[in-house]
C-alpha cells in the first residue's frame, strides 16, 4: 500500500477500456470502510458511465477532456437524505439540516474518495480528482437529481491510463508539518519552502509561456482568481442553503 | 494495500509505546503525496506529542480517554497562511479569503488525513478519527497557536493498538452507491437498507441500555441532537469568518 501511495500521480488521459463492474464493486466497497461519524456514513456515491450523462458533466467541470475520456465518473456527495428518510421514519426528529452536519457529511465523502481512489491505483487504474465539483454543484445536483440533503463535494475520473507522468513535485515535508503547535512562517522560510518549486524547469517554462514574473502570479491572475473564488463561493454557499444544510439558528 | 483499507478499525486504546520519529516521517510523508489543488498544498498538519498540550486537546474533544493515551495527536488544517504569505513576498496578491477557498483547502487537508491515517495502519499502528476538530475549532486555534487563514478540519489520534476490536457494520454498498444518477429512497428502501444494523445484538442492547424505541432515536435524541448541531454551526461559522474566509462580496 505504502507504495500505491508513494506512486500516485493524476492521470489526464485515459484509454477507452471499460473497467469492470467486479473491479468497480471491490473499489467501491473500499470506499465505504473509510471512518464515518458515529458510523451514520453520511455520503452517496454517484457512479456515472453513461456517455450523455458524463458529457454533461464534462461542461460542468470545465471541458477538461479527460472527463469525456474516462470510462468512469464518479461524484462523491454529503448526504443526510437517507438518514434523515430512516429518522422519519423511525419516530425520530432529525436535527440535520445545519452547517455543521453539511460539514460532517462533506469530511465523510471526502474520506471514502481518497479509499475508492487508492484502491483504484492499487488495481491498476489511474484517477484524477475535479477539483471542479464544488464550483458547479447546483448544475451537478441537476445532472445527477440529488434531492434536498445531499451536496456534490468531490468528483473524480476513473479508467486505464494512457499516459505515464512523473510525479509532481511537492513542498518540503518539514514545510508542511508543525511539532506540538503551528510555527508560522517568517520570509526567509517562504523563499527556503518554495526554493525548489520556483526553480523547476517547467515553472521556467510557465513564466515564459504566461508572461509573468514569478509563479505565485500565474495562480492569482490565471489559474485562480479572486474574482471568481468570490463568484463560485456565493454560488456553493447558496446550494448548500438551497439544499437545506443551512438552518443554523 | 486493499488489505490495509479492508481490515480498517477505529482504534480506542492504545499501549503508551512512542512511535519513532522514522515512522512520522513516512507517514506524513505519505499524507502529502495525496491530490492537491493546483498543487498548492494549501494544508497544514500539527503533530503534537506534548503531554501537556494534549491534555489541553483532550478537553477540545470532549475528554475522550484515547486521546489522553495515544502518543501522537495530529491536526489537519485547511492552511491558505503559507499561500498567501508567498504571494504576498511574489508580488501577486492572493484572493483566498473566501468559502470556495476555505473549502478547497478542507479538501486538501482531509484527503491528507485519509493517506496518512491508511499509511499507519499499513504499518501497525493504530487510528481513530476525533469528530469533535469542526466542533471546537476555536480552542484548537488558540491551543495550536493557529494564524489567520489556518482552521482545523479533522483530528486523529494514533499510536500501538492496546485492543482489537471487530469490524464495525456498515450499510449494503448497493444503497449508499447509485448508478448514472440518483435514485431516491423509498420507505421500503429504507427498511431494507437499515434492516441488519436494525437487528444487531448491539443495536437492541443500545435500545436497552438507552430506553429507546428505535436506533433512530438514539442518533437524534442522544448523540447528534439539534441543539448541539446548531450551536456548533454557528461556532464553526464564526470561526471560519474569523480566520478570514468569508469576504465572499
Known amino acids: 500500500m505504502l507504495d500505491t501511495i508513494f506512486n500516485h500521480r493524476s492521470i489526464r488521459k485515459y484509454k477507452r477500456d471499460p473497467v469492470s463492474g467486479d473491479l468497480l464493486h471491490t473499489i467501491l466497497a473500499a470506499g465505504t470502510r ?6 451514520m456514513q453520511v455520503y452517496s456515491i454517484v ?25 468512469v465518473h464518479i461524484t462523491f456527495c454529503a448526504d443526510f437524505n437517507r438518514f434523515n428518510k430512516w429518522c422519519e421514519l423511525r419516530k425520530a426528529v432529525p436535527g440535520y ?31 484524477c480528482y475535479l ?3 464544488t464550483y458547479n454543484a447546483r448544475r451537478i445536483i441537476d445532472i445527477l437529481k440529488l434531492p434536498k440533503g ?36 517568517t ?18 517554462e510557465l ?8 509563479l505565485a502570479q500565474i495562480f492569482t ?7 471568481d473564488n468570490i463568484y463560485f463561493s456565493k454560488e456553493f454557499l447558496d446550494v448548500i442553503k438551497e439544499q437545506g444544510f443551512m438552518n443554523n439558528e
Chains 1, 2 share one sequence.
Open 34 to 39: 473509510a471512518s464515518t461519524t458515529g458510523n
Open 47 to 71: 457512479v456515472t458511465k453513461d456517455e450523455l450523462i458524463r458529457k454533461q458533466l464534462w461542461e460542468c467541470h470545465f471541458k477538461q477532456e479527460m472527463v469525456l475520456q474516462a470510462p
Open 97 to 127: 439540516d445545519n452547517y455543521l452536519s453539511f460539514f460532517t457529511a462533506a469530511i465523510d465523502a471526502l474520506l471514502v474518495s481518497q479509499n475508492v481512489c487508492l484502491a483504484a491505483e492499487e488495481k491498476g487504474l489511474g484517477i
Open 131 to 133: 477539483g471542479t465539483a
Open 150 to 185: 445531499v451536496v456534490p463535494v468531490a468528483a473524480v475520473v476513473l479508467g486505464y491510463p494512457d499516459e505515464a507522468p512523473g510525479k509532481t513535485d511537492r513542498l518540503p515535508l518539514e514545510s508542511v508539518v508543525h511539532h506540538e503547535t503551528y510555527k508560522d512562517y
Open 187 to 204: 520570509p526567509d522560510d517562504i523563499d527556503r519552502i518554495y526554493a525548489e518549486k520556483e526553480s523547476l524547469p517547467q515553472t521556467l
Open 207 to 214: 513564466l515564459e509561456v504566461n508572461q509573468k514574473e514569478t
Open 221 to 227: 491572475d490565471n489559474r485562480y482568481k479572486k474574482k
